[in-house]
């Protein structure tokens, strides 16, 4: 046991070390290149962009924005999710329009992102776009995650349920939900950094503020710095969130199986 | 005259539906001609049960032995409404097994012991109750937990117990809502044979004090003829009744009657019939 535990620890440090050095290897990569000027005037080294991260007006900017599409995607990521996580239920709950709803999430995903944010722009508005393109986003995630996650009781479970007289919602709340959440939230981490990306999309096509709508702007005017650096922090908040839902992933793992 | 002649007529004809009531319900499990048939690819089906009838009476143990790949599981499945037959009908408490589903009457236990893996042992035999809609009743779940030997472990999930322990919660569960009827699917077969025959002395300790109508389906002899009070002998595929053997050893049975001659010739002989099932369930 311990030996397997002591393994267990050593390829885990092993991975982690790998990953870090990895890491480690991209970023002075990204400095060489644009130390030399390798790929052109746009790519600039990686320690003029962290240095124009110091300046107070900078991080005023950036700060700004991001707040805006951290609160997009944060607000898309829960919608997106709830709807998700309630249509794949509903189609448990009324098991002819589950088919019906795997096509229909399958079409939705099919329209690109980017064709949708134009559409969502006239008729939700430039402010609600980067939640709505979140939530489209997360939501597909969620909802293929959510009805394979329903679905995951063991047919014993599904067995002592149905003699002990367990209707569609008892059944449903008491055992597939609970039964399916470690993969519900697998699916949640995939729909963060998602959610994340949707948001970003979203404010590409003209929100009022947003790390989208500073790439746009940024991109415009040559502000390499300011490019990278949006860019920089828009990949951190995709990362953070995935990284906040794998620590969620981790204790209902520890709680559900 | 036409009075005196009429009296007797009704005295009858209601003595008639009496009896014809009494006999409706007193057995617990009747299956009468029951063929089932499970459907394969291109339009082949294999027959898994032909021509079988069973009947249990109340507060009857049952047990179903047959070699493997008999049928026996899905008589089972059959009374616990789980399968609906080809032909013939199954009738528990007189009625169709989804009657007695909907009103909460059936207690069930599986190999897979199918405890929910978040729930602690007190929140899994509490969940009949939930499942129910009723309120659960704490002395009562408490109290089973006692009858099987766990009150220490009432706040343990089940991951924490062993796997004869993971039973004992799955038959209290079973047990929690006084079902009318207790079906067992070789609710220890996954056990190894030392805890298994625990287990099995364990089961008659805890029949002795509820004396529920039971019906067991399991491939040890054993535990079939501890347990039952007739043991169903089955055929190979597709299965039939091979024999009935009635069990009179006489109850409480503990480990003394496992040592009888009694016991042991019992088991002999339908170990015999067993075997010889076997060639035609391969023939089949």
């Given at each position: 046991m311990s030996?397997?535990a002591?393994?267990?620890?050593?390829t885990s440090?092993?991975?982690a070390?790998?990953?870090?050095?990895?890491?480690v290897?991209?970023v002075a990569?990204?400095?060489?290149i644009?130390r030399?000027g390798l790929?052109g005037?746009?790519?600039?080294?990686?320690?003029?962009?962290?240095?124009?991260?110091?300046?107070?007006?900078?991080q005023?900017?950036l700060?700004?924005?991001l707040?805006?599409t951290?609160s997009?995607?944060?607000?898309?990521?829960?919608l997106?999710?709830?709807a998700?996580?309630?249509?794949a239920?509903?189609?448990t709950l009324l098991?002819?329009?589950?088919p019906?709803?795997d096509?229909l999430?399958?079409?939705?995903?099919a329209?690109?992102?980017?064709?949708?944010?134009?559409?969502l722009?006239?008729?939700a508005g430039?402010?609600a776009?980067?939640?709505l393109v979140?939530a489209?986003?997360?939501?597909?995630a969620?909802?293929?995650?959510?009805?394979s996650?329903l679905?995951a009781?063991?047919?014993?479970q599904r067995?002592?349920f149905?003699?002990?007289?367990?209707g569609?919602?008892a059944?449903?709340l008491r055992?597939r939900l609970?039964?399916g959440l470690p993969l519900i939230?697998d699916?949640?981490?995939?729909?963060g950094?998602g959610?994340?990306l949707g948001?970003?999309?979203?404010?590409w096509?003209?929100?009022p503020r947003g790390?989208g709508?500073?790439?746009?702007?940024?991109?415009?005017?040559f502000q390499?710095n300011?490019?990278w650096?949006?860019?920089?922090?828009?990949s951190?908040?995709a990362?953070?969130a995935?990284l906040?839902?794998?620590?969620l992933?981790?204790a209902?793992q520890?709680?559900f199986t | 005259m036409?009075?005196?002649?009429?009296?007797?007529i009704?005295?009858?004809?209601?003595?008639a539906?009496?009896?014809?009531i009494?006999e409706?319900?007193?057995?617990?499990?009747?299956l009468s001609?029951?063929?089932?048939?499970?459907?394969?690819?291109?339009?082949?089906?294999?027959?898994?049960?032909?021509?079988f009838?069973?009947?249990?009476?109340?507060?009857?143990?049952v047990a179903?032995?047959?070699p493997s790949g008999?049928?026996?599981?899905?008589?089972?499945?059959?009374?616990?409404g789980l399968?609906a037959?080809?032909e013939?009908?199954?009738?528990?408490?007189g009625?169709?097994p989804?009657e007695?589903?909907r009103e909460?009457?059936?207690?069930?236990?599986?190999q897979?012991?199918?405890?929910?893996p978040w729930a602690?042992?007190?929140?899994?035999?509490?969940?009949?109750?939930?499942?129910?809609?009723?309120?659960?009743?704490?002395a009562?779940?408490d109290?089973l937990l006692h009858?099987v030997?766990?009150?220490?472990?009432?706040?343990?999930?089940?991951?924490q117990?062993s796997?004869g322990m993971?039973?004992r919660v799955?038959?209290?569960r079973a047990?929690a809502?006084?079902?009318?009827?207790l079906?067992l699917?070789?609710p220890?077969?996954?056990l190894d044979a030392?805890t298994?025959?625990?287990?099995?002395?364990?089961?008659a300790r805890i029949?002795?004090a509820?004396?529920i109508t039971?019906?067991?389906?399991?491939?040890?002899v054993d535990?079939a003829?501890?347990?039952a009070?007739?043991?169903?002998?089955?055929?190979g595929?597709?299965?039939?009744?091979r024999?009935v053997?009635?069990v009179?050893l006489?109850?409480?049975?503990?480990t003394?009657?496992?040592?009888?001659?009694?016991f042991?010739?019992?088991?002999?002989?339908?170990t015999?019939?067993?075997?010889e099932?076997?060639?035609?369930g391969?023939?089949?």
């Amino acid at each position: 046991m311990s030996g397997g535990a002591a393994r267990t620890a050593g390829t885990s440090a092993r991975t982690a070390g790998l990953a870090a050095a990895g890491a480690v290897l991209l970023v002075a990569l990204a400095e060489v290149i644009g130390r030399t000027g390798l790929a052109g005037p746009s790519w600039p080294p990686l320690s003029a962009v962290v240095e124009y991260l110091t300046a107070p007006s900078a991080q005023r900017v950036l700060g700004r924005a991001l707040a805006a599409t951290g609160s997009a995607a944060g607000l898309g990521f829960v919608l997106g999710a709830a709807a998700g996580v309630a249509l794949a239920a509903l189609g448990t709950l009324l098991p002819p329009i589950g088919p019906g709803l795997d096509r229909l999430a399958a079409l939705v995903n099919a329209i690109p992102l980017i064709a949708l944010g134009p559409l969502l722009i006239t008729t939700a508005g430039r402010a609600a776009t980067p939640t709505l393109v979140a939530a489209l986003a997360a939501g597909f995630a969620v909802f293929v995650a959510a009805t394979s996650a329903l679905a995951a009781a063991s047919e014993g479970q599904r067995d002592v349920f149905a003699v002990l007289g367990a209707g569609r919602v008892a059944t449903l709340l008491r055992l597939r939900l609970p039964a399916g959440l470690p993969l519900i939230v697998d699916g949640l981490t995939l729909a963060g950094p998602g959610a994340v990306l949707g948001a970003v999309i979203g404010e590409w096509f003209g929100a009022p503020r947003g790390v989208g709508v500073l790439l746009v702007s940024a991109m415009q005017n040559f502000q390499t710095n300011l490019l990278w650096a949006a860019a920089l922090a828009s990949s951190v908040l995709a990362m953070a969130a995935y990284l906040v839902l794998l620590g969620l992933r981790h204790a209902v793992q520890r709680r559900f199986t | 005259m036409p009075e005196r002649a009429v009296e007797p007529i009704t005295e009858a004809i209601t003595e008639a539906i009496t009896e014809a009531i009494t006999e409706a319900i007193a057995e617990a499990i009747a299956l009468s001609g029951i063929g089932k048939e499970f459907p394969l690819r291109r339009g082949h089906a294999v027959r898994a049960l032909d021509g079988f009838d069973l009947t249990v009476e109340h507060g009857e143990f049952v047990a179903i032995l047959g070699p493997s790949g008999c049928g026996k599981s899905t008589v089972l499945r059959l009374v616990a409404g789980l399968e609906a037959p080809t032909e013939g009908e199954v009738r528990v408490e007189g009625r169709g097994p989804a009657e007695l589903i909907r009103e909460h009457r059936l207690g069930v236990a599986f190999q897979e012991h199918a405890l929910l893996p978040w729930a602690s042992a007190r929140a899994n035999v509490a969940l009949p109750f939930k499942v129910a809609g009723r309120q659960v009743d704490r002395a009562r779940v408490d109290a089973l937990l006692h009858l099987v030997g766990l009150e220490g472990f009432a706040d343990a999930r089940p991951r924490q117990l062993s796997g004869g322990m993971r039973q004992r919660v799955a038959i209290a569960r079973a047990l929690a809502l006084n079902p009318d009827v207790l079906l067992l699917d070789e609710p220890f077969g996954a056990l190894d044979a030392v805890t298994r025959r625990r287990m099995n002395l364990e089961l008659a300790r805890i029949w002795m004090a509820q004396r529920i109508t039971t019906l067991l389906v399991t491939h040890d002899v054993d535990e079939a003829v501890l347990l039952a009070d007739r043991v169903v002998v089955m055929t190979g595929r597709p299965g039939r009744v091979r024999h009935v053997q009635r069990v009179d050893l006489p109850r409480p049975r503990g480990t003394e009657v496992t040592r009888e001659p009694a016991f042991h010739a019992l088991v002999d002989q339908l170990t015999g019939l067993l075997d010889e099932a076997e060639p035609a369930g391969t023939a089949a």
